[in-house]
């Protein structure tokens, strides 16, 4: 069974920093670009940042420069270091699991960030 759990999320004041994690089982990291998504109430889904197959890392306009993304393919898990938090990045955030091949397209159950004084 395939599956990506997340963790790491919660409260954290403007200008703080958090650590999210995520942790896939059932499938292997090869031919997949690994990434994070947030939705923020009321809005889209938006791509927050990507580690590809190839191990290229993108991010979004907002972001760059304070979040950084990385995967190990040992240990089957992604991670994003989030630094310089703002209020406008409280959303549920999602870990995803894209087969470059297959398009097989797969989603964790996602992570509360609230950034709030």
């Known amino acids: 069974q395939v599956q990506l759990v997340e963790s790491g999320g919660g409260l954290v004041q403007p200008g703080g920093s958090l650590k999210l994690s995520c942790a896939a089982s059932g499938i292997s990291f090869a031919f997949r670009n690994m990434g994070w998504y947030r939705q923020a109430p009321g809005q889209q889904r938006e791509l927050v940042a990507v580690?590809?197959?190839?191990?290229?890392?993108r991010y979004a306009d907002s972001v760059k420069g304070r979040f950084t993304i990385s995967r190990d393919s040992v240990k089957n898990t992604v991670t994003l270091q989030m630094n310089s938090l703002k209020p406008e990045d409280t959303a549920v955030y999602y870990c995803?699991?894209?087969?470059?091949?297959?398009?097989?397209?797969?989603w964790g159950q996602g992570t509360q960030v609230t950034v709030s004084s």
């Open positions: 580690a590809t197959d190839g191990g290229s890392l």
């Open positions: 995803n699991a894209f087969h470059i091949i297959t398009g097989q397209n797969t």
